[in-house]
C-alpha cells in the first residue's frame, strides 16, 4: 500500500499538469512573439509586428507620457524606467493571456 502523502503528491501533480502546460505555451508564444518582433524591427525596420502581437505591453505603454527630445516636425520620445516597467508588466499579461488561452480551449471547444 502505497503511502498517503505520495498518493497525494500524485493527484496535485495531475491536477496541475493542464495548467503547468498552459503556462509552459505562454511562454514559449511569447518567446516567439518577442523573436519575431525583434527580426521585424532589424529586418524590415517595421513595428507592425510587435504592435500587433505584444498589443498589451504596448498598450500600457502608449498609456503613459513621453517626453519629447527631437523637435516638433520630428518628435524623439524618450523611455523612462516607468516605460520599461510597463513593458515587462506588459510581458507578463502576454504570458498570461496566452496561457489562458491555451488553457481554455480546449474545454470551450470539444469536437463532438
Same mark, same amino acid.
Given at each position: 500500500?502505497?503511502?498517503?502523502?505520495? *498518493?497525494?503528491?500524485?493527484?496535485?501533480?495531475? #491536477?496541475?499538469?493542464? @495548467?503547468? /502546460? %498552459?503556462?509552459?505555451?505562454?511562454? $514559449?508564444? &511569447?518567446?516567439?512573439?518577442?523573436?519575431?518582433?525583434?527580426?521585424?524591427?532589424?529586418?524590415?525596420?517595421?513595428? *507592425?509586428?510587435?504592435?500587433?502581437?505584444?498589443? #498589451?505591453?504596448?498598450? @500600457?505603454? /502608449? %498609456?503613459?507620457?513621453?517626453?519629447? $527630445?527631437? &523637435?516638433?516636425?520630428?518628435?524623439?520620445?524618450?523611455?523612462t524606467p516607468i516605460?520599461?516597467?510597463?513593458?515587462?508588466?506588459?510581458?507578463?499579461?502576454?504570458?498570461?493571456?496566452?496561457?489562458? @488561452?491555451?488553457? %481554455?480551449?480546449?474545454?470551450?471547444?470539444?469536437?463532438?
Amino acid at each position: 500500500m502505497k503511502p498517503l502523502r505520495s *498518493l497525494a503528491t500524485q493527484s496535485t501533480i495531475i #491536477r496541475l499538469r493542464p @495548467l503547468l /502546460a %498552459a503556462g509552459f505555451i505562454g511562454v $514559449m508564444c &511569447t518567446l516567439v512573439a518577442v523573436a519575431v518582433t525583434l527580426y521585424s524591427i532589424n529586418e524590415f525596420d517595421s513595428w *507592425l509586428p510587435g504592435k500587433i502581437l505584444l498589443w #498589451r505591453a504596448w498598450l @500600457l505603454q /502608449a %498609456a503613459l507620457p513621453c517626453f519629447n $527630445m527631437g &523637435t516638433r516636425e520630428n518628435p524623439v520620445c524618450e523611455g523612462t524606467p516607468i516605460h520599461l516597467f510597463a513593458f515587462v508588466i506588459g510581458l507578463v499579461a502576454t504570458v498570461l493571456f496566452y496561457a489562458l @488561452l491555451f488553457h %481554455a480551449l480546449p474545454r470551450i471547444w470539444r469536437p463532438r
